[in-house]
């Protein structure tokens, strides 16, 4: 395993940990705020109020970790057996706040049902599902929890009294500041989940147990390192870099955003140097000073800092303080690296740091967007490369199943070049099968290293998404300017009326697989539902749908112009039973990498059969009023009536 694939590996980790906590921070909060407020050295002490402080911490936070972890793994019967077995390590070891074991049982847990739920899947009597399927979690959830009562329980106790002495080593030998040689690289790596959520946030929670407050907290979340580089490009930066870092810094502090100050550290490395004694600065004033929180600070701005400080002592001001003199530290030397810098700066420069930092976080960022308008257009150019073709007679969008996107993709492109008077091919198709004719060949900006090492001789083009990219107009002007003879027919669209005829008169999409005014808390919510309703219809077997979550992995279904059109991966070919189509309107939006989804296409496609009327669905959705109408519509007949009339 390589270097790349280890590094995304613990992106992927650190990920699944944090959508463990991150969905209940609320919570977290709201023990916080009860502890400061009612325990004997609270604002307000009151005896009877702070009792709910120890259940809390044993209890609920616990057991909200262990059912979020198996929720995530399988669903709600996954969340419900994941509980279950989270209460057997929470008996197991009363004497510590066992999140560490709910992040381990939780998910645990949901992995063994979801086994248990494919082994007996088809082979359950009618009538009787609801039996199986409550006696299953039943049993199964206990035999677990008394596994994790007797074994995992007591062995999180001793791993988590091995770590924390490990902890007060540190403190007692004053080597904790050196923790920040890593915390802060890995913070613009993407492992921040990892390290905060695995490690620092369990552990500072049974520090809390100990001392009513953990240094720990402020380890990852202390936003001093990066508002310390922030202010100094905003006065000693050239360019958008320098008129970008006062929004920067807003979001930042106050939003509690980290990631944003990323790209301005991409783009000197030198100023990973700033951050990491910023950060070594902030510890040491917080370890000097007797500082820290009651509870993570999530996100790690001021506002949530100061909510979770401690009120006794002088706890306000030695975070404070450590705060104030990372930022000094920080922009001390981040204004020397700026001042001694002999390049200039340019949007290109903060567009392609942006660029590096989504790749690294392996989606968009959802702030990348307040970096300036300048960089952002740069941003998200399309990219090409290889040697453009003198006579272009055939290009082909790739996508990773050859179903989906590229389809959409070819369709736009099929329609520009028409309207160009251009006899050029237009094709889809799987990067495992592209064409070793193809000269030109365009693929999403993550697949792009795939298809370039299939075809290396072909000329390449990146795009964001496959809706709405300006470089296709550039490629039409481009052949335009090159076009010296006539070439074939357009091709794709006899082919996809040839293989729509193959299916007869089946309908692809009717009302009953339309659904209206939806909400989802996740994409891989929404992608379920849809795949499951193309399950119910008889379009595919329930496989289908866990390769359109694995697909959509590979890189984001996401099209632009509020659509996204997930599918499953090649492999999932297999488990298609026949073309079809579900079509969910969400109108508050789901976020797809830091994209809103308003209407999702679920599509299943067999010997090609979808095309045409994917092909009809790329032309209406690439007029944003279209999409507007559509996401509108009051109902499922309504809805199908604008796509039919468009």
């Known amino acids: 395993m390589n270097g790349s694939n280890i590094k995304m590996n613990v992106q992927k980790f650190g990920n699944f940990l944090s959508s463990m906590v991150m969905p209940n921070i609320g919570a977290f909060i709201a023990w916080g705020l009860i502890t400061a407020l009612f325990i004997p050295t609270g604002f307000f002490p009151n005896e009877d109020f702070a009792s709910l402080v120890g259940p ?8 909200l970790i262990g059912y979020t972890g198996g929720r995530l793994v399988h669903d709600q019967r996954g969340g419900v057996i ?26 645990l847990a949901a992995w063994v049902i979801k086994q248990f739920d494919r082994l007996l899947e088809g082979k359950i009597r009618s009538g009787f599902e609801m039996l199986v399927n409550n006696f ?39 080597l904790l500041p050196l923790t920040s040689i890593l915390i802060e690289p890995g913070k613009i790596l993407f492992l921040n989940n990892a390290i905060n959520h695995g490690i620092l946030t369990p552990l500072g929670l ?55 100050y990323f790209p301005y550290v991409l783009m000197k490395p030198m100023l990973l140097l700033a951050v990491i004694f910023g950060g070594m600065s902030g510890v040491f004033t917080l370890v000097l000073m007797g500082g820290g929180l009651m509870a993570p600070a999530s996100p790690g701005s001021i506002f949530a800092i100061t909510a979770v400080t401690p009120p006794e002592g002088m706890a306000y001001v030695a975070n404070f303080t450590a ?190 697989n339309i659904f209206i005014n939806k909400r989802f808390r996740n994409k891989e919510e929404a992608i379920r539902f849809a795949g499951d309703a193309l399950v119910k219809a008889g379009y595919v077997e329930p496989s289908y749908v866990d390769e359109m979550l694995k697909r959509e992995e590979i890189t984001t ?63 209406i959705c690439a007029e944003q009023s279209n999409v507007d109408e559509l996401v509108a519509a009051k109902s499922p007949k309504e809805l199908l009536d604008i796509l039919n009339s468009k």
């Open 136 to 174: 299953s979690a039943g049993i199964l959830g206990g035999a677990l929890a008394i596994l994790a009562f007797l074994s995992i329980g007591p062995a999180v106790s001793a791993l988590t009294r091995v770590l924390v002495s490990g902890v007060d080593w540190l403190l007692e030998t004053g």
């Open 323 to 512: 705060i104030l003199v990372a930022a000094l530290v920080s922009f001390a030397i981040s204004a020397i690296v700026l001042k001694r810098s002999k390049d200039t700066e340019t949007d290109e420069d903060v567009a392609e740091a942006t660029k590096r930092m989504e790749e690294m976080k392996g989606k968009k960022s959802s702030v990348s967007g307040a970096l300036g308008a300048s960089a952002g257009a740069v941003g998200a150019a399309s990219t090409a490369s290889g040697k453009f073709p003198d006579d272009v007679q055939k290009i082909v969008f790739a996508c990773d199943a050859g179903m989906g996107s590229s389809a959409m993709g070819a369709s736009l492109l099929s329609k520009k070049v028409k309207e160009a008077g251009m006899h050029i091919k237009v094709t889809n198709s799987a990067i495992s099968s592209i064409p070793a004719d193809s000269q030109i060949i365009i693929t999403q900006d993550k697949l792009t290293p795939r298809a370039r090492d299939k075809r290396p001789d072909a000329y390449h083009i990146s795009v964001d998404n496959f809706l709405s990219s300006p470089e296709y107009d550039r490629l039409i002007e481009r052949m335009k300017h090159n076009e010296t003879k006539e070439q074939s027919a357009l091709v794709d669209d006899s082919e996809a009326h040839a293989a729509t005829g193959d299916a007869g008169d089946a309908p692809l999409l009717t009302e009953d």
């Open 56 to 63: 809390m911490i044993t209890y609920l936070l616990p057991l």
């Open 557 to 619: 279904t996401y099209m632009g112009n509020d659509v996204a059109i997930p599918h499953g991966t090649e492999e999932a070919k297999k488990a298609v039973i026949k073309s079809g189509f579900t079509v969910v309107q969400v109108p508050d939006g789901v976020d797809f990498d830091g994209e809103k989804a308003k209407l999702i296409f679920a599509i299943a496609g067999k010997d090609g059969t979808h095309l045409e009327i994917l092909s009809g669905i790329a032309v």
């Open 206 to 260: 049974e520090q809390v147990q100990q001392a009513g407050r953990s240094v720990l907290f402020l380890l990852e979340a202390n936003p001093g390192p990066g508002l310390g580089v922030l202010l100094a490009f905003m006065f000693f930066g050239k360019g958008i870099a320098k008129q970008s870092a006062p929004g920067a810094i807003i979001i930042q502090f106050f939003g509690g955003i980290h990631e944003i």
């Open 82 to 107: 994941g509980a279950i077995a989270t209460m057997g390590v929470i008996v197991g070891a009363p004497d510590t706040p066992m999140f560490l074991g709910a992040m381990i049982m939780g998910p």
